[in-house]
């Protein structure tokens, strides 16, 4: 009989996420079943998803991020999908975290089906990675229920994967004695076709992704200053989001020349941009407790060095494989002359960098080679 697998992912973490997933479970001749939500987390509304074996729960909308009517949405979510797991009689649940509900009813089920394999992915950790530090102090009780869903989870299940090694470290003594592997994120393929620096006297960064209230504006602003006493700059913007009227009007204020594509998905438009920039900007405020972001895996695929604040792993990876360059917060003024005064030879050197890590750590045939031992059986 064939056996049968269901992956759950609420946020539809798809392309860097769950399709190498699917592709390494259905190579097992695995029977494969895709849970995910009807409610778009990001643009608060309803979407569609037309993939195959892909079934979309009806998920409770809301408005604010922070608040109970998401946490009722989560709640009812992580019921649905374990009522249709109780239907679907799965080998294998893949659990994508958070939401931290999942891992609750997860742990459940496994104990009333103690068979079924159970793996858990942290792709994300919550409340930790909640961005204000303020906040955490004044919602600690709150988010301690919530990350005890989680934690009291873990111990059920037979594999861990966490998206970063910052995860396995922060939750430390938590994982002990747990089946635990760093599985990275991951893009289909690299997108860059020029790999010389750009020419010209200017330098240009580039801004990709969502524009939110994880960004240390107020740091690029400054840094910003202080790059355009040494040389012209040029802020290329690829997204949007509720803080770009900000990080637009910061680096105005600092002087530089702004250029806002909005968000851009097609691949090679936005590798054009990637080829008339420097670097980009992978900063965050020191809050936020993130080793890898997505952004990052699309600048390493474009070929892009990194301008990195983001600690843990990517701070690591900047050190020791040469991608870009680490913004040294106390010393503004020596981080701008170092990235001004790097020669063409020098970016073209970390371009190259770049794209040899991607190839070797965060391609779909590296991701595949670990996914290798999700069932945990011999090939």
């Known amino acids: 009989m064939q056996k049968r697998a269901v992956i759950i992912s609420c946020f539809h973490y798809y392309s860097y996420r769950v399709r190498p997933v699917l592709e390494e479970l259905r190579s097992r001749e695995y029977a494969c079943t895709y849970l995910t939500s009807d409610f778009d987390h990001w643009k608060k509304q309803p979407f569609n998803v037309k993939l195959p074996d892909c079934e979309q729960l009806h998920t409770l909308p809301y408005q604010r991020n922070l608040s109970l009517a998401r946490i ?7 019921r649905d999908a374990f009522q249709r797991i109780t239907e679907l009689k799965p080998d294998l649940i ?7 509900s999942l891992c609750r009813q997860a742990a459940q089920y496994k104990k009333e089906h103690p068979k079924v394999r159970l793996v858990f992915d942290l792709y994300d950790l919550w409340p930790e990675t909640f961005p204000s530090g303020i906040g955490k102090r004044l919602l600690a009780g709150p988010f301690a229920i919530w990350g005890r869903l989680r934690d009291r989870a873990l111990p059920s299940a037979d594999l861990i994967y966490s998206e970063c090694e910052l995860y396995q470290k922060t939750l430390g003594d938590r994982l002990q004695g747990l089946n635990v592997q760093t599985l990275p994120l991951c893009r289909p393929e690299t997108t860059a076709k020029k ?8 330098l240009a960064l580039c801004w990709l992704g969502s524009i939110n209230n994880i960004i240390d504006i107020d740091l690029l602003q400054a840094l910003f200053s202080r790059i355009i006493k040494l040389r012209p700059l040029t802020l290329h913007v690829i997204g949007d989001g509720e803080a770009k009227e900000r990080l637009l009007a910061a680096a105005e204020a600092a002087s530089a020349e702004v250029v806002y594509h909005g968000a851009v998905y097609d691949a090679e438009a936005r590798q054009n941009i990637f080829d008339r920039c420097h670097f980009g900007l992978n900063v965050m405020k020191r809050s936020v407790c993130i080793g890898l972001t997505m952004k990052s895996l699309d600048y ?9 604040t983001v600690a843990g792993d990517t701070r690591s990876m900047i050190a020791r494989y040469g991608i870009g360059v680490e913004i040294d917060r106390a010393d503004l003024s020596g981080t701008a002359e170092r990235i001004c005064s790097a020669t063409p030879e020098e970016n073209t050197a970390m371009r190259m960098n770049a794209l040899r890590l991607f190839e ?6 590296a991701v595949r080679e670990i996914l290798h031992g999700v069932t945990g059986e011999k090939q």
């Open 300 to 308: 390493l695929a474009g070929g892009l060095p990194m301008l990195n």
């Open 94 to 100: 893949y659990v994508i975290v958070p939401p931290n």
């Open 360 to 365: 070797e750590r965060f391609s779909e045939r």
């Open 72 to 78: 009722r949405s989560h709640m009812h979510f992580a």
């Open 195 to 202: 790999i010389a620096a750009p020419d010209g006297g200017e």
